[in-house]
């Protein structure tokens, strides 16, 4: 451990000494088991949104504008583009305003630009990384610190926001000992594996150059199943555990009989199977037939340079590119069909 290290640490357990806070004790003693528990970390794959800067704001810094979780850096770029559209149609009556917005919104439509500025606001498509803790051959599933929704209700629309929307990438932000120590061996984390392409082990190992900081990201929660090869990733990156069950209970008992085209008997099967993992409450584990399935811990990572958060590395793949995605919008606030 460099004398660096071993400063930043030393004030962060200071810091939690110093607090009266028992549940962030509780917490970090929770973080200390699971690194004992799931002690190898198992990269999952990059994932993209948006950061911005504006620096008129008082104690300018890149925040988050979209959540770090589009598979593909169009889809961030799509994300962005809509964002300006209806900024311009209903966030403004300045015609000017609406102006400079438009002319972003049209760089966006017709190239794959990483960043685009609109009055005197940098926007930034940001790539981060996903990983996953894992033990014995398995995941990390959630703590018993990992907040819950109040009404954990299992019908109906989750309206609960993104704890990525406005976060501020901050690489000397650590919440305790634990989460800065991470942050501090993550650093060097690169793609090295011989399974991975020459160009990707190659654009990793730059970033760890020229993009030396980290910021680890609010955590998440996704479903994973146990194959032949491991544990496959089965669905988005939700906010919380019990989202995340909605998310599995959903699968089981509706939408993988429609995607997948499953016959009568095997719907049934499904469906019951999604009846009892419902009924268990908090389970992070559900069977059917031969399949298993877990709820688990997502974390990630962005990295940052003397710029700003990492843009997407040339690496990065996306299968398809810009387009207009909105009606054509006047400087007056005129929306015009197409047809």
């Given amino acids: 451990m460099t004398d660096d290290w071993k400063q930043h640490l030393d004030a962060l357990h200071a810091e939690l000494v110093s607090r009266d806070d028992p549940v962030a004790w509780v917490t970090e003693a929770d973080a200390v088991e699971a690194s004992r528990r799931y002690p190898y970390i198992a990269p999952r794959g990059p994932v993209f949104g948006v950061a911005a800067l504006d620096p008129s704001a008082a104690g300018s810094c890149w925040r988050l504008l979209k959540p770090v979780v589009n598979g593909m850096p169009q889809q961030a770029r799509d994300g962005l583009n809509s964002f300006l559209w209806f900024t311009a149609k209903d966030g403004t009556d300045d015609p000017a305003a609406r102006r400079a917005l438009l002319a972003a919104v049209a760089v966006l439509e017709r190239e794959p630009v990483d960043e685009v500025e609109a009055l005197g606001v940098r926007y930034r498509v940001v790539r981060g ?114 989202a995340a069950r909605r998310l599995l209970y959903e699968g089981l008992a509706r939408f993988w009989a429609l995607m997948f085209r499953f016959d009568e008997r095997k719907k049934a099967v499904y469906a019951r199977a999604a009846e009892e993992y419902r009924a268990a409450g908090r389970a992070d584990e559900a069977r059917v037939e031969d399949r298993l399935f877990r709820v688990c811990r997502v974390e990630r990572l962005v990295r940052l340079g003397p710029d700003g958060p990492e843009p997407p590395r040339p690496s990065d793949v996306d299968d398809y590119g810009p387009m207009k995605l909105h009606p054509t919008l006047l400087e007056d606030g005129t929306v015009l069909h197409d047809d």
């Fill in 129 to 242: 990384d996903e990983f996953a803790r894992i033990g014995e051959d398995e995941p990390e599933p959630p703590r018993p610190t990992d907040p819950e929704p109040a009404d954990r209700f299992w019908d109906g629309r989750d309206d609960a926001p993104s704890p990525d929307v406005g976060f501020v990438l901050d690489p000397d932000r650590d919440e305790g000992p634990m989460a800065g120590a991470l942050r501090l061996g993550l650093r060097d984390f690169a793609y090295t594996e011989a399974h991975f392409p020459a160009e990707v082990r190659e654009d990793s190992a730059r970033a760890v150059v020229t993009h030396p900081e980290v910021v680890c990201l609010p955590v998440g929660f996704s479903v994973a199943e146990r194959d032949e090869t491991g544990w496959t990733p089965r669905g988005a990156l939700m906010p919380t555990p019990h």
